[in-house]
């Protein structure tokens, strides 16, 4: 990520610390085999389409979470981060992985078949240029998957204390990958149930941290209403989190 609202060195040995266990980052992960899986069985029987295993880049890769997803998955994944400390993180994992900034990114135009942007664009200054970045090194067909803090209604010190710039709504997230040239096929809300419970604990505590280590029956518990909300239709509802699933145009979606 670029150094604006970079994640800092702390911050990234917490994350390491705690996502292979935290309900955030387990439930997430999650949402990101699904979607891999929802692409490979919509790209079945038809080589080189978007969702096909191939060549993907996670975008702010920080502690490597969802580029080991990626791995796991059969795609030939790269992580990039502008945090030297994210980028030997992850090479210490086996992880592919090099410096740049979501801006800049240090890739060819037209060649990769999946873009990951998950929680970053919030953090970048000139988000448009991230955005048209992802666009330009997906080849025609090719998929991007984002994930953005949702509303501006749940802006808080904790925002602040993450370094990011901005919270999404709908329809600015819709604008900002449309006017990079991608298609937007999905768009869908998480953390619904939990919305409420997070709006008054921010906006209460501005020490409220999401990543620290939790008791661990309230992190299961967490997590099970996460995994209470795949089955029950909320994705239209706003939440804390938005998701979009889009692709750019000049050859068949997946």
């Known amino acids: 990520m670029p150094s604006a609202g970079a994640v800092d060195t702390i911050e990234l040995q917490r994350i390491v610390e705690v996502e292979d ?9 999650a949402i990101l085999a699904r979607e891999l899986c929802r692409a490979a069985a919509a790209g079945a029987g038809a080589p080189g389409r978007a969702g096909i295993p191939g060549r993907a880049v996670d975008i702010g890769a920080a502690g ?9 998955h ?3 994944a790269i992580a990039i981060d502008n945090s ?3 980028v030997d993180l992850c090479l210490a994992q086996g992880i592919n992985a090099c410096h740049g900034d979501a801006c800049f990114l ?3 135009s037209g060649e ?13 200054e000139d988000d448009r240029a991230a955005a048209a970045e992802m666009a330009r090194v997906l080849r025609p067909g090719g998929a ?16 602040v204390a993450l370094g990011r710039v901005r919270r999404y709504s709908r329809r600015a997230l819709t604008d900002l ?4 040239g991608l298609v937007v096929d999905a768009l869908w809300g998480w953390n619904v149930l939990l919305r409420p419970l997070v709006r008054l604990l921010r906006h209460r505590s501005p020490h409220c941290e999401d990543l620290a280590h939790l008791h661990p029956l309230l992190n299961e518990a967490l997590h099970l209403v996460t995994v209470m909300e795949r089955y029950l239709p909320l994705k239209s509802r706003p939440g804390v989190t938005l998701f979009a699933r889009a692709r750019r145009p000049g050859a068949s979606a997946s």
């Open 64 to 72: 490597g979470g969802n580029t080991r997803v990626l791995k796991d």
């Open 144 to 159: 991007a998957l984002v994930a953005v803090p949702c509303d501006m209604a749940l802006w808080s010190a904790y925002d």
């Open 21 to 29: 266990d935290n309900w955030w980052y387990l439930e997430r992960r």
């Open 112 to 124: 990769l078949d999946l873009a990951l942007a998950l929680n970053v664009l919030e953090h970048v």
């Open 106 to 108: 240090p890739l060819p």
């Open 74 to 76: 059969g795609w030939r």
């Open 177 to 180: 990958l449309e006017e990079a």
């Open 84 to 86: 030297p400390t994210a």
